[in-house]
């Protein structure tokens, strides 16, 4: 007798669906775990301060920046990366996976000051010329000179990192795509002219 005739199916047909069971079932393994690993960001409060979110619990961490950030519309100029012919542009960003808490004040010379976030970014217009960016975690002095000329566009990073046994910062420089596309993913926290 057929084989075909008593189940009604043939060896490809249940192949078929085999194979589109298992792939509906890898699309919702990725689309729960994608749900559970993504930090979500909060919007910008009333008072115009923004605060980054990591834990979707009852009580999440919140790093909130200490002032309020620009609006949407300058963060979206901003975003757009273009030169200023008679200053150079230096994009401060922090934004790496394991740096998840913690206000760092970054000072710019001596005029200026950025208390950066996770996932925050800082566009510093400054005049042509040689420029100190520090920071101080927990007892270590980290200094970066920065070299602009007028009409310049140029990343900074700050790579972080949290971990149980305690937490680090660092400067990165050198990777402007990658600096470039963690600044798209970042919010924009200030915008400083200086002088």
């Not at 030169?83 to 542009?89: F, I, N, Q, R």
């Not at 913690?102 to 566009?123: C, E, F, H, K, Y």
Request: aromatic share 6%; proline share 4%.
């Amino acid at each position: 007798m057929c084989r075909t005739c008593i189940t009604g199916t043939t060896t490809e047909d249940a192949a078929v669906r085999q194979q589109q069971r298992s792939s509906l079932i890898l699309i919702s393994v990725v689309v729960a775990l994608g749900g559970c690993a993504a930090a979500s960001t909060r919007s910008v409060q009333p008072d115009g301060v923004y605060c980054y979110r990591i834990g979707k619990s009852y009580r999440p961490q919140l790093t909130c920046t200490n002032s309020a950030v620009p609006s949407d519309a300058l963060e979206a100029e901003a975003k757009r990366f273009a030169a200023d012919p008679g200053v150079a542009t230096l994009y401060l960003v922090r934004n790496r996976w394991a740096d998840t808490r913690n206000v760092l004040p970054v000072q710019i010379g001596q005029d200026g000051r950025v208390d950066t976030i996770p996932r925050s970014l800082a566009r510093i217009r400054l005049p042509p010329g040689s420029h100190r960016l520090s920071f101080d975690w927990q007892g270590q002095g980290q200094v970066q000179t920065v070299e602009l000329r007028a009409g310049e566009v140029r990343f900074l990073e700050i790579d972080g990192s949290l971990w149980a046994w305690g937490s680090s910062y660092g400067w990165a420089d050198g990777d402007t795509e990658g600096a470039r596309s963690r600044a798209l993913k970042s919010k924009l926290i200030a915008d400083l002219r200086l002088h």
